[in-house]
């Protein structure tokens, strides 16, 4: 059975087999439509961050662009020939049978062609070999991922997809971060929130209580400068 696909480490080592001038060897698993459970090899790693099909597989003639879901390292022994069948016991001969009559038939012979006698002779043209094509697997776009996250007193909001960043994190607003949050119906989800929020509220009003002091203070103190004049 074919694999799962390549792991980050997988195509890790495969940098640095192609690097060392080798040529890894990998199958094909269900992903790849027909091709599956062949084998091909490694030529070649593109950019993945220009296209998922980032890994060029020689397979016959071909060198073709796959993504490490296509493919999966091939076991050890993969692509040599099977081994040859044994050779099949002669069976034993057949036991003589009584000696009947032979009835032979004589035909004349057939002249042999005279040298003076134009020969003709017709050449056929050898058919071209097909090659194998390999059918196309139909793509769709690659997933998208949004993330919402909160650290350190701040909501950001980030989106990928697949290996390709869209929006690197940024911070929003708390109401805003909340009308997300209000979206996903999972259980837990909003007594987490509820409770980073009653957490916030509560050093907002000790960072107010503590402010309207320091005021107070100012006040009295610039009261007492105006008495002195």
Request: proline letters at 10%; charged letters at 30%; zero cysteines.
């Amino acid at each position: 059975m074919a694999g799962q696909g390549l792991s980050t480490e997988d195509v890790a080592g495969i940098r640095e087999a192609l690097a060392a001038g080798r040529k890894p060897k990998v199958v094909f698993t269900s992903s790849a439509g027909q091709v599956a459970g062949q084998v091909g090899q490694v030529v070649e790693l593109t950019d993945p961050a220009v296209s998922d099909e980032y890994v060029v597989v020689r397979f016959g003639r071909d060198e073709l662009p796959f993504s490490p879901a296509d493919v999966a390292i091939a076991p050890r022994g993969a692509g040599r020939r099977a081994a040859e069948p044994k050779a099949e016991e002669p069976e034993p001969e057949p036991e003589p049978k009584p000696a009947t009559p032979e009835f032979v038939l004589d035909t004349p012979r057939v002249p042999a062609p005279r040298r003076d006698e134009p020969k003709v002779e017709q050449q056929v043209e050898p058919k071209p070999a097909r090659r194998p094509v390999k059918a196309a697997k139909p793509k769709g776009p690659a997933g998208l991922t949004v993330t919402l996250a909160y650290a350190e007193g701040e909501w950001t909001v980030a989106a990928q997809q697949g290996s390709k960043a869209l929006a690197k994190p940024y911070v929003v607003k708390p109401a805003e971060a909340l009308r997300m949050v209000a979206l996903v119906d999972v259980p837990g989800v909003h007594e987490a929130v509820e409770q980073i929020m009653a957490a916030e509220r509560a050093e907002a009003e000790q960072q107010a209580e503590k402010l309207r002091a320091e005021l107070a203070e100012i006040e009295a103190r610039l009261a007492e400068l105006r008495e002195a004049h």
